[in-house]
Every structure is written in C-alpha cells, then in structure tokens.
C-alpha cells in the first residue's frame, strides 16, 4: 500500500489550496478516507472524513471552509481548502479512517 499526498504549498491567509492524495491499492469500496493534519508541538488530528457511503464529516475549525472527495475510479482523495487561515499551517496526511497507512504527508504553511 502506497499513500502520496501532494498540492501543500505556502499561501497567505484568505487563500485557497487543494490537496490531493494517490492511495494505490486501498479499496475505497471498503475503507472509509479522511484528512489528517500535524502541526508543529501538536498531536496528529482529524480534519476530515469521508465514508464508505459517501458522508463527509469536518473537524469544528474547518466546517464550511475545507472539503473532502474522492474519485474512486482513479483511487484519489481530495481536500480543497478555502479561507485558509495561519492556524491552519501544518503536514496534512491522508489515510484510512480509523487510521492505517500514512504517506510523507504535505506542508501547508499559511503566512504573509
């Protein structure tokens, strides 16, 4: 299982970004994906999820400003961030929700 996320950049606050993740050998039919974010001194969060069933469910501070899809033909999950605020800057990983394989994960850092 390989997970590769890319698209994390520096931006500045009020900017937009969108992340992508290439998780290869994941059967999305089975396995829940979600967006995970690790800022410096802090533990690794959930930002989002997206179900088996197609629910999406958001972490409090990106309600309405983040969202996650999936394109299952090409086994790629997406977080499009909008409004990206300088509490927003840390690596964002993807996996499995309930977490299992993770990637190198991607900097995002927001910031003038």
């Known amino acids: 299982v390989h997970v590769v996320e890319s698209g994390g950049d520096l931006v500045q606050p009020g900017g937009s970004l969108r992340l992508s993740c290439a998780a290869s050998?994941?059967?999305?039919?089975?396995?829940?994906m979600a967006w995970y974010r690790q800022a410096s001194g802090k533990q690794r969060e959930l930002v989002a999820s997206d179900t088996v069933g197609g629910a999406t469910t958001y972490t409090a501070s990106v309600n309405g400003r983040f969202a996650i899809s999936k394109d299952n033909a090409k086994n790629m999950v997406y977080l499009q961030m909008n409004s990206l605020k300088p509490d927003d800057t840390a690596v964002y990983y993807c996996?499995?929700?309930?977490?299992?394989?993770w990637g190198p994960g991607t900097q995002v850092t927001v910031s003038f």
């Open positions: 050998e994941i059967d999305f039919k089975m396995n829940s």
């Open positions: 996996s499995t929700y309930p977490p299992s394989y």
